[in-house]
């Protein structure tokens, strides 16, 4: 295990983490404004993947393609909230779950019906192709790296909305209490359908950065939504800090426990018995950390309510 | 009031009509046509039917339902097929957990059961049925083929990655199992992972001289373009479920020269592919699989027992199946003793025809090779 093996694959958590942010922002927004789950978020995931993937398709340039992502993610959630997700804020949970996951089959036949059953095509632009050197000679891809900083720059840029704007304040001011923010005349909403649209618009632009190097396909989202609610159970539902603490948490134990426990399996049995078990531990890893969170602090790492 | 009992009788009537019409064999086909893995479960079904109306018979009817690739709804699926409609023949199922938990049940109730697709190790050894049979391979079979082809292209040290489930592990065993050198690293991933960083720095960090991977469907397109990104060039083998035709186009660039080991290639030359082909594009607009190819064939394999035997008569069906007297894309084809083919297995090479990404053959990988649990089938 070499040093620069371990400065790669810390690399590698740290970018897995921050795209993980991008879908547990919007959603843990979402559930701290509104109280609601939303388990369409992967769908709105995979329709910024497919919208980048068209528009990439049809003029060929990147930039284009992610500010289609954002669009046709955040106009579609937009219109969500308006048709159906608005009727759903005074139900029970169960009735939310219900809903959303219909939306999850609407969403995954409707864009089959659009684009059909195979994958598309999405790929990087040269300029972001092939590695770079880094210091101490680790090779690493570029695009990678430009994920990680695209990343931080929307959670720096996500954190001063939330912090210095006015619609930043009715935000904060709607999830401790939105009764009182209603009464002080602020249409509560037009801010529901912009923090719907938001929330959406983040998912929809981490799709189409991760689809470039994944695969573009129906179902794309779900997989990364069950991550997403580790992230926002372990940062605490409702706070945009533990939705960037936690994602990074669970990137980096992903990573680093997929590599490490079949190697420290290695210390005490045979190599094949050791990779096995650590591979399986390692899938386990992260759902282990969310447990060993929830005992010592119940509302995750940053929750304010009880 | 009376409108509406009217359209309710003319509605009966016209769902009534096609019953009245005889069928003589019902064939029930349960594949994967929505979800992740509908790609394959479409070609496979095309490929099924394009068979039936070239043969030009109207007594066989084909009953299509959509498995969700869930076992549950298979093996539901399953039960309607076998108790209301009375279907003779099942056929259909892609993965390999769908197909353990469907055939032994099917065949245990005397119907036949032609895979068009999944062949799971445990229904070609210990497991096997009479009234089974794989038109496509025994799940190994491919992998294993990989492995000879490591052999000859003289890779001596060998890095492999499979996802973690049972088809994971039989690739895994199958390309050991010819591979002669040594392995640089073995690695089982999970089972949908997308995100390939960890393991590709590890084949970095490794001195191999060859990569072998299986991971079908999304899984590989993700790894194929993560890999050609992370500028490693250690060379990759893997088997035809990541360069299909279906994924090939979202791959790009990535796959171009890659060898991969297939039991069927579009340009495979015999007189029944190249008119396979040629009406599959036509068809249906876009070149087929090798998963349209196993469709096709298993239709023409049921065509043909139906020839020469009713499907009343269990024992003598049975007989002309096994027989196998049919043209095949692959062109020779033949069953060994527990039903699955024994069949020349190729090294084909990922290559760009104008705009569209396709294989083209390079050589026999393994001739007329036959599965490694045959042995272990008491018929």
Redesign the interface.
């Known amino acids: 295990m070499?040093f620069?093996?371990l400065v790669?694959?810390v690399l590698?958590?740290l970018?897995?983490g921050i795209m993980l942010f991008l879908m547990a922002a919007g959603l843990t927004l979402i559930f701290g404004v509104m109280g609601l789950i939303n388990l369409a978020h992967g769908s709105l995931y995979m329709i910024g993947a497919f919208a980048a993937a068209a528009v990439a398709g049809y003029t060929g340039s990147f930039v284009l393609a992610l500010a289609a992502a954002l669009a046709a993610a955040a106009i579609v959630g937009a219109i969500v909230e308006l048709v159906v997700i608005r009727r759903l804020y005074d139900k029970d949970h169960l009735d939310q779950v219900l809903a959303t996951f219909a939306l999850i089959l609407i969403f995954?036949?409707g864009t089959?019906w659009l684009f059909g059953?195979?994958?598309?095509?999405l790929?990087?632009p040269d300029y972001l192709?092939?590695?770079v050197t880094l210091p101490g000679g680790i090779?690493y891809?570029l695009?990678?790296l430009f994920l990680i900083v695209v990343g931080l720059l929307i959670a720096i840029g996500l954190g001063a909305l939330i912090t210095k704007t006015r619609i930043g304040i009715q935000i904060r001011a709607g999830e401790n209490d939105r009764e009182m923010i209603a009464a002080l005349g602020i249409d509560i909403s037009r801010l529901y359908t912009l923090v719907f649209a938001l929330g959406a618009g983040l998912a929809g632009i981490a799709g189409a950065l991760?689809g470039?190097?994944?695969?573009?396909?129906?179902?794309?989202g779900e997989?990364v939504l069950i991550l997403a609610f580790v992230v926002i159970v372990i940062g605490g539902i409702g706070s945009m800090k533990g939705a960037l603490i936690g994602a990074i948490l669970v990137g980096l134990t992903d990573?680093l426990g997929?590599?490490f426990l079949p190697e420290l399996l290695k210390l005490f049995t045979d190599p094949a018995t050791a990779?096995?078990i650590g591979?399986?531990l390692?899938?386990m890893a992260i759902y282990i950390l969310m447990g060993a969170i929830l005992i010592w602090r119940p509302t995750g790492l940053f929750g304010a309510r009880s | 009031m009376k409108l509406k009992s009217l359209m309710i009788a003319a509605m009966a009537a016209a769902v009534a009509l096609p019953a009245s019409a005889i069928a003589e064999t019902k064939v029930g086909m349960i594949t994967t046509l929505s979800g992740g893995g509908a790609g394959l479960g479409i070609d496979v079904r095309d490929g099924f039917l394009l068979a039936i109306k070239q043969s030009g018979r109207d007594d066989i009817e084909v009953i299509v339902e959509d498995d969700q690739r869930k076992p549950d709804v298979a093996v539901q699926l399953a039960d309607k097929m076998v108790q209301a409609e009375q279907v003779d023949v099942l056929t259909g199922i892609i993965w390999s957990n769908l197909a353990m938990a469907v055939v032994p049940s099917v065949t245990a109730q005397g119907k036949f059961y032609l895979s068009p697709n999944a062949g799971p190790s445990a229904l070609a050894g210990a497991g096997c049925h009479p009234n089974y049979f794989n038109v496509a391979w025994q799940n190994d079979n491919l992998h294993e083929a990989a492995g000879a082809y490591a052999n000859s292209a003289g890779y001596s040290k060998s890095f492999i990655l499979a996802p973690n489930y049972p088809a994971g592990q039989d690739a895994l065993t199958g390309y050991k199992r010819f591979f002669e050198g040594e392995l640089a690293g073995e690695i089982y991933t999970t089972l949908g992972q997308t995100d390939y960083a960890a393991e590709i720095a590890q084949i970095r960090a490794s001195d191999a001289d060859s990569v072998f991977f299986f991971l079908p469907g999304g899984m590989g397109i993700a790894f194929l373009k993560q890999y050609q990104d992370s500028g490693i060039d250690i060379p990759v083998v893997g088997p035809a479920f990541s360069f299909d035709q279906g994924i090939l186009q979202a791959v790009g660039d990535a796959a171009l020269g890659v060898v991969n080991t297939s039991q069927w290639s579009k340009d495979i030359d015999n007189p029944t592919n190249a008119a396979f082909v040629e009406s599959f594009e036509a068809e249906y607009g876009r070149l087929p699989s090798l998963y349209a190819s196993q469709g096709f064939d298993t239709a023409n394999l049921l065509i043909s027992a139906l020839e020469t035997a009713d499907v009343s008569d269990a024992d003598a069906f049975r007989d002309a199946l096994r027989a196998a007297d049919f043209n095949s894309t692959r062109g020779d084809f033949e069953f060994g003793p527990n039903h699955h083919p024994i069949q020349t297995i190729y090294a084909r090479e990922v290559i760009k025809e104008g705009d569209v990404f396709t294989n083209k053959l390079i050589g026999p990988a393994l001739e007329n090779h036959a599965d490694a649990y045959a042995g272990d089938c008491q018929m």
Not at chain 1, 117 to 121: E, G, N
């Open positions: 070499s620069i093996l790669e694959q590698n958590g970018q897995f995954s036949e089959r059953s195979f994958p598309l095509f790929d990087i192709s092939g590695p090779q891809p695009y990678r991760v470039a190097i994944q695969s573009v396909q129906v179902g794309m997989p990573t997929g590599i990779t096995s591979s399986s390692a899938s």
